[in-house]
C-alpha cells in the first residue's frame, strides 16, 4: 500500500472510532478528522482477478525472463486474459518484475577499421593534420601536426606561409 492510502486508512478508523467513542454523526466524525463522507463509506475491494493475472504475469516473466510488462500482455491476450496496459503495468511494477536498463555499449565503426582495434606498437599508426589561421596583420599561416596514435605525443608541429605536399614527404 502507498504512504497516503495508509494515511487515509488510519483517518478513517479514527472517524470510526469517535463515532463510536463519542456518540456523534458520520458527519461531524469526518469534519473534524478532515475527509469526505465518501471515502469514509467506500468499501475496499480485493478483486481475485487481480491475483489470477498477478500469477499469470510471474509464471510468464519467469519463462521468458527479458519481456517488458508490453509483451507480456500481448501473452496474457493470448492465453484469453484480456486486460488494459495501465493495470498490467501497475501489477507488473507490483509483482517486482522491473527491467533493469541495459547500458549499451557504442560501436564505433569508421571507414572500415573493427570495432576493437588490436593493440598497436609505439610509432605504428601515426595521424597528421592541417591547422590555417590568421595573424593580427592578415597574412595567412599554417600548422601541420603529426601525432602518434599509441602515446599521444606530438611528433611534429611545422608552421610555415605554405607547407607543400615534398615538405609533408619529408616526415
Known sequence: MSQKSDQTCRQ??????????????????????????????????????????????????????????RRLQVMLERDGIIVNHQKVYRLYNKAGLSLKRKNRKKVFLKRGISARPREMAMNERWSMDFVSDKTSSGSKFRVFTLLDEVTRECLALEVAGSITGSAVGRF
Open 12 to 69: 478513517k478508523g479514527e472517524s470510526r472510532t469517535r463515532l463510536q467513542k463519542h456518540s456523534i454523526s458520520e458527519r461531524r466524525a469526518c469534519l473534524i478528522i478532515g475527509i469526505a463522507k465518501s471515502t469514509e463509506r467506500h468499501q475496499v475491494i480485493l478483486y481475485k482477478e487481480n491475483e489470477r493475472i498477478s500469477e499469470r504475469l510471474v509464471i510468464l516473466a519467469s519463462k521468458w525472463k527479458r519481456f517488458g510488462y
